[in-house]
T-cell receptor, first 113, second 113 residues
Framework: EAGVTQFPSHSVIEKGQTVTLRCDPI?????LYWYRRVMGKEIKFLLH????????ESGMPNNRFLAERTGGTYSTLKVQPAELEDSGVYFC???????????FGPGTRLTVL | AQSVTQLGSHVSVSEGALVLLRCNYS??????LFWYVQYPNQGLQLLLK??????LVKGINGFEAEFKKSETSFHLTKPSAHMSDAAEYFC???????????FGSGTKLNVKP
């Protein structure tokens, strides 16, 4: 069974540009989470989807970040316009239900120059 | 509020030596505690979890951790390090089992031959 996949693995963009990160969860997993690790610091929660609905988006830094999960399958995280402090590794995780293990993807490393 | 502190961003041990990675937590309610490992270019993988059952938790690859409420600690240990244990380790706390993790900043373990 395929694990959680993320695309791209790396992205280098200039300040002010737009970037869209994609996460494909494990098939059948209703719960999808986004996390971010900035500059070797702690991994921070961004938001949580249950199917296509945003259950908790308390960790989203500001309105330059937009997450979607149309149809309850894959999810995208758009940063527009990107700022230098957005650089980091963005992780996606999925789980079958709220009491089940979260499985993490390998992350997307975003560098904003 | 929930938070996790991992003492030591880098730990180096010799092959065969004891591994001790430290984690202290802060939680307003009885916590769920986790250790994850990240190997290069891979996603985070669950090592073990504490969910209010036995205070000594055994995980995969010979790792174990002990929940000490009086010390608010959940240190990870392995009696004998193997070269394949070289990775980054993250301690995490959540209010509800497997939901919305609060991670520490990670500890990179280096194993010397």
């Amino acid at each position: 069974e395929a694990g959680v996949t993320q695309f791209p693995s790396h992205s280098v963009i200039e300040k002010g540009q737009t970037v869209t990160l994609r996460c494909d969860p494990i098939s059948g997993h209703d719960n999808l989470y986004w996390y971010r690790r900035v500059m070797g610091k702690e991994i921070k929660f961004l938001l949580h989807f249950v199917k296509e609905s945003k259950q908790d988006e308390s960790g989203m830094p500001n309105n330059r970040f937009l997450a979607e999960r149309t149809g309850g399958t894959y999810s995208t995280l758009k940063v527009q316009p990107a700022e230098l402090e957005d650089s980091g590794v963005y992780f996606c995780a999925s789980s079958q239900d709220l009491l089940s293990e979260q499985f993490f993807g390998p992350g997307t490393r975003l560098t904003v120059l | 509020a929930q938070s996790v502190t991992q003492l030591g961003s880098h730990v180096s041990v010799s092959e065969g030596a004891l591994v001790l990675l430290r984690c202290n937590y802060s939680s307003s309610v009885p916590p769920y505690l986790f250790w994850y490992v990240q190997y290069p270019n891979q996603g985070l993988q669950l090592l073990l979890k504490y969910t209010s059952a036995a205070t000594l938790v055994k995980g995969i690859n010979g790792f174990e951790a002990e929940f000490k409420k009086s010390e608010t600690s959940f240190h990870l240990t392995k009696p004998s390090a193997h070269m394949s244990d070289a990775a980054e380790y993250f301690c995490a706390v959540s209010l509800y089992n497997f939901n919305k993790f609060y991670f520490g900043s990670g500890t990179k373990l280096n194993v010397k031959p």
